[in-house]
């Protein structure tokens, strides 16, 4: 019975989100309605528009057939994504003509061997008291994020997330915003959080934002991206001038899942670098991602950058606090490159490996 009724629930906020975001998208209409047959029947003319949306090209006609088959399969996993997590919406995203495989090689970078093995030995945040913590906070709209970037083909997620954590750091010490070089750190940083080879950071890769800082600590700190501009290849040598540093970093701790923590340290130390498990962001449009059922291994590593005390959700469900993270898509993947994800039971892994830098003033 309790099966039956989670169903339904399931189904009636199905069809209230299909009715609440972005309805005159038909590729969006499409996904998100179960209940329709065109799904399947008029999957070839959602390809083309698809292919047309994304500036999407093929080698050859057996690649597009080829492509064409993983697409009809993610409008399904779409599909199946919305019943699961229906305070968001899924459909059709720029990654939609590639295999969950391609896509986690492609774009996802978070060192998956000792992702949270070695956090204990790490420097810890102190307690900090919460109070008085605001309802709501985000760091964009105080000039400590800098615009959404794009890592393209190359899983340095991870490279991302530690930039994203030092600009704003830098922010709060010297009250300017620079664009940091990610770059950098796929050419540069080797480091190794253990004598596995495979467990050091290995560009596009993949790597760990906690021995990205260890690393920063050493080389003595990160160009501007306007010096060492982005590629999004491993070029296979350091091109790092210590002369051109634009950011240091001072110190940097890891912060207890506890969810009222990291929050104090966001506030308090600016965006946060964090690991997630990203199975639903493949296929997410917008709205507050809480699905029933998420993973707890890390595998992407993202920006913290502020929360919510209640997001969208739809009739038959309590709204939902949210954390607010910054991703490396750009701007035409989710709500304008940012993912919305709920608070309150540490979903797909987004409390278990947070941390956080300070930088030299």
């Known amino acids: 019975m309790d099966r039956i009724l989670l169903l339904l629930i399931l189904l009636s906020s199905l069809a209230f989100v299909s009715s609440s975001f972005v309805t005159d998208d038909p590729l969006i209409r499409q996904i998100v309605d179960s209940e329709k047959d065109e799904l399947s029947l008029n999957a070839e003319a959602h390809f083309a528009s698809f292919v047309r949306r994304f500036g999407k090209t093929y080698a050859d006609e057996e690649e597009r057939v080829r492509r064409f088959k993983v697409f009809k399969a993610n409008l399904r996993r779409a599909a199946r994504h919305q019943l699961l997590d229906p305070t968001a919406v899924h459909g059709v995203t720029k990654f939609s003509d590639l295999t969950p495989a391609e896509f986690r090689r492609t774009y996802l970078g978070l060192r998956r061997r000792g992702a949270t093995k070695g956090l204990s030995s790490l420097p810890e945040a102190p307690t900090l008291p919460t109070s008085d913590l605001p309802t709501d906070f985000d760091w964009r709209e105080k000039g400590a994020v800098t615009e959404v970037k794009n890592q393209g083909s190359c899983g340095s997620c ?5 930039a994203g954590a030092l600009e704003g750091a830098n922010f709060l010490a010297t009250g300017n915003l620079v664009s940091l070089s990610e770059q950098q750190l796929v050419d540069c940083d080797h480091e190794c959080d253990s004598d596995d080879p495979r467990a050091c950071d290995q560009g596009c ?3 760990l934002m906690t021995t990205a800082f260890q690393y920063l600590l050493k080389a003595g700190g990160l160009e501007s991206e306007d ?12 091109k790092f001038d210590k002369s051109k540093i634009a950011a240091s970093v001072l110190n940097f701790s890891v912060i207890s899942t506890d969810e009222d923590q990291i929050a104090a340290n966001l506030v308090k130390h600016g965006p946060l670098a964090i690991g997630i498990n990203a199975i639903f962001m493949q296929t997410y449009i917008g709205g507050v991602s809480c699905p029933y059922v998420c993973g707890k291994h890390l595998d992407h590593g993202v920006l913290l950058v502020g929360y919510g005390s209640a997001g969208y959700s739809p009739i038959r469900f309590k709204d939902k606090p949210f954390w607010i993270v910054k991703n490396s898509w750009g701007e035409n993947w989710g709500e304008n490159g940012y993912y919305k994800i709920c608070r309150g039971r540490n979903v797909c892994g987004v409390d278990s490996m947070v941390s956080t830098v300070s930088a030299i003033s």
Do not use: H, I, L
């Not at 991870?158 to 530690?162: A, E, H, I, K, L």
């Not at 010096?227 to 040598?237: A, I, L, V």
């Open 158 to 162: 991870w490279s991302f997330s530690t």
């Open 205 to 207: 890769n993949g790597g």
């Open 227 to 238: 010096d060492y501009p982005y590629t999004g290849k491993d070029r296979g040598s350091c």
